[in-house]
Nanobody
């Protein structure tokens, strides 16, 4: 069955960098657009980034543009989110997701499989 497993979250200080990962199984990873979303306590789930089948096309939310980079390694069936210059407002549970559409969608309804999430906390 399809599984998405995030890892790499943790507690960091403002201004730090952190990379989180998502390992996929149960389907051909390279055939699907992938995305990252996040959800802070008491808030709705928010789009962060999406990446096409290769690294050549990405869609990054304005709130993290210039600080976050999405990438993938199809040989390892792994999705990455490199986060730099982290701010307290980046604190959230981060989820990877598999797109059910053929474009870099920014809405959660266009994703059909989700990981369990990894917590990222940015605090002094």
């Amino acid at each position: 069955q399809v599984q998405l497993v995030e890892s790499g979250g943790g507690l960091v200080q403002p201004g730090d960098s952190l990379t989180i990962s998502c390992t996929a199984s149960g389907y051909t990873f390279a055939s699907k657009i992938m995305g990252w979303f996040r959800q802070a306590a008491g808030k709705e789930r928010e789009f962060v980034a999406a990446i096409a089948w290769s690294d050549s096309h990405t869609n990054i939310a304005n709130s993290v543009k210039g600080r976050f980079t999405i990438s993938r390694d199809n040989a390892k069936s792994t999705l990455y989110l490199q986060m730099s210059s982290l701010k307290p407002e980046d604190t959230a549970t981060y989820y990877c997701a598999r797109a059910s559409v053929l474009y870099l969608a920014g809405r959660s309804k266009h994703y059909d499989r989700w990981g369990q999430g990894t917590q990222v906390t940015v605090a002094a």
